[in-house]
Every structure is written in C-alpha cells, then in structure tokens.
C-alpha cells in the first residue's frame, strides 16, 4: 500500500526543518538533534519514580496503587547511540496506562563511548534487578516481560534469549534483529523513509566496530534454533517502510515456526520510528494500544 498520508505529512515536516542526515552528524549533534525535537508527554499516570537499578537510571511508570502488578523492562530505541528515558517517556505511559500494568524504563550506555557490550549487559543488569526487587516496586517477580523498539527491541530479543531471570512475554517493535544489513528492505526502503540504510551504517558502526555482527548478541536471529525455541512468547511489530521490516518479520516467522505463540502485525503504509510518534500518526497509537492489550493480557494471568 502507499505511504500512509499522516506519515507523509511528517516526512514532508521533517524535510522541512533541514537537519542534516544521521550520518554526516557527530554522536553528540545527533544527541543535541533529537533532544531538541522531544515534547514532554501530558498524559496522567498515577506514578513515575526515577530509580537507580544497580547502577543503572531506570525510570518507574504505575497505572495505579496495586502491589501484584506485572512489569514490562522497557529498552528504548535509538540506534544504541540515542535516546533515553524522556526520549520514551510518552510510549512507556501509554503501555503502562493501557495495559494496567508497571513498566521500568532502562537508561542503558549508549555507543560509541559505550560501545557492544556495554548496552547490554546494562539491559541484562536491569532486568536482573528489577526481578530481585520486584516487590518493592509493587510487581510480582513471576510476571516479567521484556520489550524495546529498534535498537532497544534487539536488546530485548537477546535478553530474552539470555534469559537471566524467568521471563513471560517479549515485545519487540521494528526490531534490530540482523546487522549484516543484508535483507532486502534495507535496499527497498533504503532512502526517503525517516530511518535511512547509511543511518543504520552509521548506528550499527558505532555499536558494534569490528565486532562480529553475526554473533548472536549482536544480531539475535542467528541464535540456534534451541535458544530461540526457549524464549517466551512474544509479539513482533513491523512497518512497511522500514529498513528493518524484513528482519523483524523473518524473526517472528522463525520464533513460531519454533513454537513459540507469536503474533506478528506489519503496519502497512507506516516508516520507522511511529511507534513512537502517536502525537502524529493514528497508527502510532493503534500500535501503542496494541501492544498495551498484549502485555495487559499476558501480565494479568
């Protein structure tokens, strides 16, 4: 289907403000970039409470008072160089409040001064301590979930083939699964689509350097098929124009061809990022209420 007509309305409004590409700025201007194209969120919520997770800043949304909630540890997107906690701040409300359960935001280090490992092995910390003090943030430590978008959906899919603590459900959206870069929407929707293939060049450099990007914690679709097999069960979201469609649905068609429950919805007409832009796009908040309603199913049982 063609490019949905709100998306490209914000593709003409990004165009127009004249940023130069990913690619031609430093780590800190695109940092600069994006902090000065955020809006605080309005939306209510009963609690946010920034926490020190080992170390670690992590940011607590509760929808309300109870003390037996699920919890969703939530890695936010950004190529593994941007992004933080207020980057996200919209999206983890809107999961908490629709899904009536807590979320912990992680504010993992980022690349290139924190290259691989260092963002994930800040997710797999987090997440280990979130279980270990799951009362004290009112949750229940039997009823963990994983999830991130992009770059912070890579980092859930591999925590949760990692798995350090008993997990019940992964939420992935457009996630980074293969960063040999070789499906072929890289080459289908490589300009002209907010994330660009040269953008995700430069995310995927400053990650990994000379790494080897088939090493399953890099690019968790090359995990063995027993390690996937093993992981909860998972929701995978996907956007038509998007680099990274191909990759996130070859990895939902893998995790259910392994028996994992899957659901896998691809957002025709939609690029990158709107999961993350529900001010702007009506499928940013169809998605944001998508994954809400999953997570609130899966999290109350």
Not at 249 to 260: E, F, I, S
């Amino acid at each position: 289907m063609p490019l949905h007509p709100q998306a490209l309305a914000l593709l003409d409004l990004v165009a127009a403000i004249g940023d130069p590409p990913m690619e031609e700025m430093s780590a800190a201007e695109a940092r600069a970039s994006r902090k000065a194209r955020q809006l605080p969120s309005t939306a209510p919520i009963h609690e946010v409470r920034d926490i020190d997770a080992n170390g670690i800043p992590t940011r607590l949304y509760r929808p309300n008072d109870r003390t037996d909630l699920g919890l969703l540890v939530y890695f936010h997107g950004g190529g593994w160089v941007i992004g933080d906690l207020d980057s996200h701040d919209a999206v983890c409300r809107a999961l908490a409040n629709g899904s009536g359960h807590a979320v912990l935001s992680v504010d993992y280090r980022l690349a290139p001064e924190h290259p691989f490992p260092a963002p994930l092995e800040d997710a797999v910390t987090a997440t280990r301590w979130a279980h270990a003090h799951a009362a004290e943030l009112g949750c229940r430590a039997d009823r963990i979930a994983v999830g991130g978008d992009s770059a912070g959906g890579n980092l859930a899919a591999v925590v949760a083939q990692l798995a350090p603590v008993p997990l019940v459900y992964q939420l992935l959206v457009y996630p980074v699964t293969d960063l040999t870069c070789a499906q072929p929407s890289y080459e289908e929707n490589a300009t002209g689509y907010f994330l660009t293939k040269a953008a995700m060049r430069w995310f995927i450099d400053h990650y990994i350097g000379g790494a080897d990007a088939k090493d399953p914690r890099i690019s968790p679709l090359f995990a063995a098929d027993h390690v996937l097999a093993a992981t909860p069960p998972a929701l995978v979201i996907t956007a038509e124009f998007d680099p990274l469609r191909d990759e996130g649905d070859v990895y939902a068609t893998r995790l259910a061809a392994l028996g994992v429950p899957t659901s896998h919805v691809r957002f025709g007409g939609m690029f990158h990022a709107f999961f993350s832009l529900g001010d702007f796009v009506d499928d940013g908040r169809a998605a944001n209420a998508l994954a809400a309603a999953a997570l609130g199913a899966t999290l109350s049982r």
